[in-house]
């Protein structure tokens, strides 16, 4: 038996009792450059039968993974995700999310990708201005590349294909918009993610996100999976987003199935009325859309128990926001160093606490009712 475990970007298996002195002396000497370098303390390690070349590459990488097959063990080395952020016309929201993801330790290793929408109006010109002009200073990643669109194309197509044309060339992303706060570990935490899970096709995505639930006492893991997206501070693979029918063709089909929409809504009753408004052009939701794709897949996104994510734009300033504080969370600035468990399944009585979280009030489903189901 072996144990893993994710700490400070590096996954590592511990020592079998046989293993010779030779081979952990050379392991000891690379966690060593590991801890000068970055920062990682890293006690035990696996070995690899080829050493060949391996303390070069130690020291051009900032994120390491050793995993594990049957009958052998090896060292493979991994990039981290570029990171994207989508910016708009609020500079002070867009200053404190850099800030934050700038205090991250993978910061400077990580490649930052910024979007920046054009002006819908007169109105937002001043905004969108000023924010360019912050995010022109910006420093402290391995790369920093702006994109400025020359029009407005709206959250949801500025989502769409932003991420999409970074997937052109990298297989997988963490995608933030303008009014994120992120724990001093977030990036370690959704890093380590991305590679543990990259094989388990149920987990579609990864958020930083906690929802402010009483979390069962009983519950033993630190994450939690859901049959919905959360589209505050999250990340994803290069086959899971491509694959996604963002016209939903089968709505149709969908909309005449109660069974379905029932089941869809396990994740919260506000999916199937706010896809039914995407449908019918009462708004412009990418997330919506994505929740759908988790859900034709049978797939799940994965939330942390404690968040690392606070979203501050819930004061009315931007796209799909209004003023409320339901939201709000405790952020986790304190943990380093990940376990993820293989096979989560979805807890029942975590699915039931987010749902009345999320659930409608009885006006907003009589009003739902009207429009999407007896005036359809």
């Not at 060949?52 to 060292?75: A, G, H, R, V």
């Not at 500079?91 to 819908?120: C, Q, R």
């Amino acid at each position: 038996m072996f144990f893993s475990t994710v700490s400070g970007g590096v996954q590592f298996y511990r020592f079998k009792e046989d293993d010779s002195s030779e081979v952990k002396n050379k392991f000891n000497k690379i966690s060593t450059i590991l801890f000068e370098l970055y920062g990682f303390n890293c006690r035990a390690f696996c070995y690899n039968h080829s050493l060949k070349n391996i303390f070069e590459e130690c020291t051009q990488s900032p994120f390491l993974f050793l995993s594990c097959t049957k009958e052998n063990y090896y060292l493979q080395m991994q990039e981290l995700a570029p990171i994207v952020l989508f910016v708009y016309n609020r500079p002070w929201h867009s200053k404190k999310t850099v800030e934050a993801i700038n205090k991250n330790m993978l910061a400077e290793k990580s490649e930052l990708y910024i979007f920046s929408d054009g002006p819908k109006n007169d109105k937002d010109i001043e905004g969108v201005k000023k924010v360019r002009e912050f995010i022109k200073g910006i420093k402290g990643f391995s790369k920093t590349v702006i994109v400025e669109r020359g029009k407005n194309l709206g959250l949801a197509n500025s989502v769409i294909n932003g991420v999409t044309e970074i997937l052109q060339y990298h297989d997988r992303v963490i995608v933030l918009e303008d009014d994120l706060i992120s724990s001093l570990h977030f990036l370690e935490f959704i890093n380590s993610a991305l590679i543990f899970y990259a094989d388990d096709s149920k987990i579609i995505s990864i958020t930083g996100y906690g929802l402010p639930i009483n979390i069962p006492s009983d519950y033993k893991y630190e994450y939690y999976v859901l049959p919905r997206a959360s589209s505050w501070g999250w990340a994803s693979w290069r086959n899971r987003w491509m694959d996604v029918d963002w016209q939903v063709k089968n709505y149709q089909e969908f909309n005449k199935d109660k069974i379905e929409q029932k089941k869809f809504n396990k994740g919260g009753e506000d999916l199937v009325p706010m896809l039914k408004a995407q449908i019918k052009g009462e708004i412009n939701s990418w997330a919506i859309r994505w929740s759908y794709y988790h859900f034709i897949k049978k797939g799940h996104c994965l939330y942390p128990v404690k968040s690392k994510i606070q979203n501050i734009g819930t004061d009315s300033s931007g796209t799909h926001s209004s003023t409320t504080n339901k939201y709000n969370v405790e952020l986790d600035f304190h943990k380093s160093g990940f376990q993820f468990p293989r096979n989560l399944e979805l807890d029942n009585s975590i699915v039931n606490r987010v749902n009345a979280l999320v659930r409608p009030s009885l006006f907003r489903k009589v009003i739902n009712y009207l429009k999407y189901d007896l005036l359809k």
